[in-house]
């Protein structure tokens, strides 16, 4: 197999989700169910010690969707590309969510289940709600559909085909440290291999056949360091797919 050295550049191309799954959806709605009792609750409690089920429940709503999130696309296997190991901070780095305020949530949840102070009022314990109903719209199309494969296209505009562009795709249950690509690059795209940590091992090289074209078609597996998988990884999550 040859080697193809890529630019760093190629990285900021813009992203779109190219294919998913839409196989993983169940339970993704359950974080619905405890927000709806949490609103329950707010409305129609009689004693300020009721409201500590509106934070238990508003908790269970978001360790939910942060379990399927991480069961779905593999949290765990991003940890050796240097993303940190909390999950909220996790996050944050692929563009999800903020976590100053969930993480606020469960800090009051700690504080009365462990050193049993009393709730927020009712007035607080509302806001917290709509904290956590933000978070759930936020993050209830990458529940939904397990996007499998990204696009990153050269000089994107929109309802034109660029004429660069790679695909990358992850199989293998999110095997982070296999991710499969191909596509059209020039030789502007290109680099010397001492100069670059983004290569492509390639199972396939092929031309368009054009003497005034210098594209090169080229399909393999990508050989990144862990600061370029770690690009790749966050692009998944950040590419568009309403465009």
């Known amino acids: 197999m040859e080697k193809i050295f890529l630019k760093d550049s190629i990285l900021n191309w813009k992203a779109m989700i190219e294919g998913g799954s839409y196989h993983v959806q169940e339970g993704w709605d359950r974080p619905y169910e405890y927000l709806e009792v949490a609103y329950n609750i707010i409305n129609l409690h009689k004693k300020e010690l009721e409201l500590i089920d509106v934070i238990s429940n508003l908790k269970r709503a978001i360790d939910n969707r942060i379990k399927k999130l991480s069961r779905d696309y593999n949290f765990k296997g991003m940890n050796q590309f240097g993303f940190p190991k909390d999950n909220f901070s996790k996050l944050e780095c692929l563009g999800l969510a ?3 305020m969930l993480d606020k949530i469960v800090s009051v949840r700690n504080i009365i289940e462990h050193q049993f102070k009393n709730p927020p009022d009712a007035k607080s314990c509302e806001e917290f709600a709509e904290l956590v109903w933000y978070f759930l719209k936020s993050t209830d199309e990458k529940t939904r559909c397990r996007a499998k494969s990204i696009i990153l296209k050269h000089d994107y505009k929109s309802g034109y ?17 296999k991710i499969d690509v191909f596509g059209w690059v020039s030789s502007a795209h290109m680099i010397d291999d001492n100069e670059s940590k983004f290569c492509i091992n390639c199972s396939e090289i092929k031309s368009r056949d054009l003497l005034t074209d210098d594209s090169i078609f080229i399909s393999g597996t990508c050989i990144m360091d862990t600061l370029h998988t ?9 590419a568009d797919s309403h465009l």
């Open 98 to 100: 903020k976590p100053l």
């Open 161 to 177: 085909e660029s004429v660069y562009w790679l695909n990358f795709n992850v199989e293998n249950e999110f095997d982070w440290s």
């Open 230 to 238: 770690a690009d790749v990884i966050t692009a998944f999550f950040v």
